[in-house]
């Protein structure tokens, strides 16, 4: 897979028209219909339903396109930073996050690192798991954030603690649970649940423990943390997360549950000088 196949499938979901796409990227036709066959064949799937009037998006073209994007986007970023670095003393750090829900613990860390190493330029990457895992062992990222249990073990990787975080329950400002110091699944059972598949996969499990203890009519589906938080804010029902910090929402913890280990992945033969520093600086 390479960028000039997902730059010609976005151009074509994007305009929905071969022709149209062509021309944007001053392509033949044939070319962009030989770049879509081509990653096509290497997924697996096709993206694309074809008639002689019209152009759709298949739902695996739906949900390829979102993540096409990222990545083209990251590319043309890290190349962007590349080029106006060059020559420069500027110290770059390319931190790696595999969802959304790694975000607010991250900001903790960058607020360490800004006070003791303020020429340090991080460079935040949030790309869905698998393809994030790939990028750090080929090198493409210094350091990934994570939930220990949700990296395999690679060797030569080393990691780093930076919080024990518990699973909570997260539920809307002023609910009647909201006040509690910790709540018991069985307590959530005659609530209504957002389920989230951009967690740890530990609160997943939790999830999908107390959705059966639900009615489908009371379940609601969200794909990453932020709609999720926003559909709780809104009142529709809660969702299990590790502890959060958003406003609008309370997080109570989950009791019988053990807290999740988060931290940094590294490599850690012969890391950088500057890697280093950001290292000792995230432990103070």
Avoid: W
């Amino acid at each position: 897979m390479n960028t000039q196949q997902l730059e010609t499938f976005i151009q074509v979901a994007d305009n929905l028209n071969f022709a149209r796409a062509a021309e944007v990227l001053n392509m033949t036709q044939s070319a962009v219909s030989r770049q879509v066959h081509s990653l096509e064949e290497e997924l697996g799937v096709k993206l694309f339903l074809r008639t002689t009037r019209t152009v759709t998006l298949t739902p695996a073209g739906v949900g390829f396109l979102e993540d096409a994007k990222k990545v083209v986007n990251t590319l043309k970023i890290a190349t962007a930073k590349a080029a106006k670095s060059a020559g420069s003393s500027i110290q770059v750090v390319t931190i790696g996050c595999g969802s959304e829900a790694d975000l607010d613990l991250l900001g903790k860390i960058l607020t360490k690192t800004r006070a003791s190493m303020p020429e340090v330029h991080p460079f935040v990457k949030v790309i869905p798991h698998r393809s994030i895992l790939s990028l750090f062992s080929q090198g493409d990222i210094d350091v990934l954030c994570g939930f220990r249990d949700d990296v395999p073990k690679i060797s030569g990787v080393s990691y780093r603690e930076i919080a024990d975080i518990p699973i909570c329950c997260a539920l809307p400002d002023g609910f009647s649970l909201s006040e509690k110091s910790e709540i018991s699944e069985s307590e959530l059972y005659s609530e209504e649940l957002i389920l989230c598949n951009a967690l740890p996969s530990k609160a997943i499990q939790i999830q999908e423990q107390i959705a059966s203890h639900i009615l489908p009519e009371k379940t609601y589906m969200c794909e990453n943390l932020h709609a999720t938080l926003a559909m709780v804010r809104a009142g529709y029902g809660f969702t299990i997360t590790p502890k959060i910090e958003f406003s609008g929402v309370k997080c109570v913890p989950l009791s019988d549950t053990k807290s999740l280990s988060y931290g940094l992945f590294y490599k850690s033969d012969s890391p950088t000088a500057v890697l280093k520093k950001f290292l000792e600086a995230s432990a103070v």
